[in-house]
């Protein structure tokens, strides 16, 4: 069974512009969570989806956004930038959010300049 | 909300040695994990352990659900275990939030 999948891995963009992530779970999950990875502030989650619907959401600001597709396909936007939003971004899934494991994808790397 | 607190933040071994890391948690909790986190910043599932004992290979971790803490255990370390280990844990009224520990940071030397 192929992993999640994260595309891009790799990013750079310039303050103000915005940036979509995909990722694709595990064939079968249905949830997906998001999460941030930073020096100062470790893993801190971002929200959760599950069929199609936003069912959890962390401590972070509008500009941070994201959708799921009716094939359990996720994705996260950041609109309007900062510097402090480079970071590592990590989605995970599992067969359902409650208790089941949760698996990561590789993660996409976000530069901003 | 519920605190995840790992100790030691840092490790070094030699090659051979056995460690325990340990993971406390403030709360009950539906899931606990211990993850790897790797060079490239994957983070490799370990062991899901809600609680209980498992082992894999030289690995083991623990859970003791009621007194709220678990341990991974590491035997006979090698120079690829090198790398931060992450417990994080699910709470009981959270949809998909795997709250994260601050990790251990380990360095097996040759």
């Known amino acids: 069974k192929a992993g999640v999948t994260q595309t891009p891995r790799y990013l750079i963009k310039t303050r103000g512009q915005q940036v979509t992530l995909s990722c694709s779970p595990i064939?079968?999950?249905?949830?997906v969570s998001w999460y941030q990875q930073t020096p100062g502030q470790g893993l801190q989650f971002l929200f959760e989806y599950f069929s199609e619907t936003q069912r959890n959401k962390g401590n972070f600001p509008g500009r941070f956004s994201g959708r799921q597709f009716s094939n359990s396909r996720s994705e996260m936007n950041v609109s309007t930038l900062e510097l402090g939003d480079s970071a590592l971004y990590l989605c995970a899934s599992s067969f359902e959010a409650k208790s089941h494991e949760q698996y990561f994808g590789p993660g996409t790397r976000l530069t901003v300049t | 909300g519920i605190q995840v607190e790992q100790s030691p933040p840092d490790l070094i071994l030699q090659e051979g040695a056995n460690s325990t890391l340990r993971c406390n948690f403030s709360?009950?909790?539906?899931?606990l994990q211990w993850f790897h986190q790797n060079p490239w910043g994957q983070l490799i599932n370990l062991f899901y352990i809600p609680s209980g004992t498992k082992q894999n290979g030289r690995l083991s971790a623990t859970t003791v659900a009621t007194e709220r803490y678990s341990l991974l255990y590491i035997s006979s370390s090698q120079t690829t275990d090198s790398g931060v280990y992450f417990c994080a844990v699910l709470t009981t009224d959270s949809w998909g939030k795997l709250q994260f520990g601050a990790g251990t940071q380990v360095v097996v030397t040759p």
């Open positions: 064939s079968g999950h249905r949830s």
């Open positions: 709360d009950s909790v539906n899931n």
